[in-house]
């Protein structure tokens, strides 16, 4: 069956320092991989996808991702963790692009000041 | 760009009674939307897929005629949840695809709160 993992309910990180969350999957062919992020009662917020091309992706408010097919994984990094980057993250996979997206079960990032 | 919106933002209605639900695409033409269920600290539940022009696609277990799904322009589909009974309250929220070139992306909507009594 195919799957994603968000292997972490939650990563604590103090404020300037880099974070890492992580996403992995379980889909035949090469997927769609996307990271959103979700603020509470809000709806997603699109931040980096990748399709093809460079491994390293680069997106919104200084995220960027480095997709690794060895490892299936497409784990989301930042340099530098900011108070405001605390939010629930959920990694999705396409197995057919863009659409009937596979999510994560979300990871809960908290950045302490 | 890529903005979607949802109207209303929460909502709360007698069991029994039909609740509808807007998705719009504000600034692009969506032939594809999605709708989707989220429980409380759970991930996102794919619900159906909405094609304008055409019947929505739903995904195994979801009732069709619970959630009715329109499709009628490249901007806008709606979710009528009929008959709502306390167990359809839920975080609902749609998505618009964008298609062609480097886009080939789900970007979604602030969602809707419902609350069934």
């Known amino acids: 069956a195919q799957s994603v993992a968000q292997p972490e309910d939650q990563v604590n990180v103090a404020e300037g320092n880099p974070l890492t969350v992580k996403c992995t999957y379980s889909?035949?062919?090469?997927?769609?991989l996307f990271w959103y992020v979700q603020y509470p009662n809000r709806g997603l917020q699109f931040l980096l996808k990748?399709?093809?091309?460079?491994?390293l992706v680069k997106g919104s408010y200084g995220f960027e991702a480095e997709f690794n097919k060895s490892q299936t994984s497409f784990h989301l990094k930042k340099p530098s963790a900011l108070v405001s980057d605390s939010a629930l993250y959920f990694c999705?996979?396409?197995?057919?692009?863009?659409?009937?997206?596979?999510f994560g079960a979300g990871t809960r990032l908290a950045v302490h000041p | 760009g890529a903005v979607v919106s949802q109207h209303p933002s929460w909502v709360i209605c007698k069991s029994g009674t039909s609740v509808k639900i807007e998705c719009r695409s504000l600034?692009?033409?969506?032939?594809?939307m999605f709708w989707y269920r989220q429980f409380p600290k759970q991930s996102l539940m794919l619900m159906a897929t909405?094609?304008?022009?055409?019947?929505?696609?739903?995904e195994q277990g979801v009732e069709k005629d619970k959630f009715l799904i329109n499709h009628a322009s490249l901007t806008l589909s709606t979710l009528t949840v009929t008959s709502a009974h306390p167990e359809d309250s839920s975080f609902y929220i749609c998505?618009?695809?964008?298609?062609?070139?480097?886009?080939?992306?789900?970007?979604f909507g602030p969602g809707t709160r419902l609350t069934v009594l």
């Open positions: 998505s618009a695809g964008e298609t062609g070139g480097a886009a080939d992306t789900q970007y």
């Open positions: 889909v035949s062919g090469n997927p769609y």
């Open positions: 990748y399709i093809t091309g460079d491994n």
């Open positions: 999705a996979v396409g197995p057919g692009g863009y659409n009937k997206l596979i």
């Open positions: 600034d692009f033409q969506a032939t594809t």
């Open positions: 909405s094609n304008e022009g055409s019947k929505a696609t739903y």
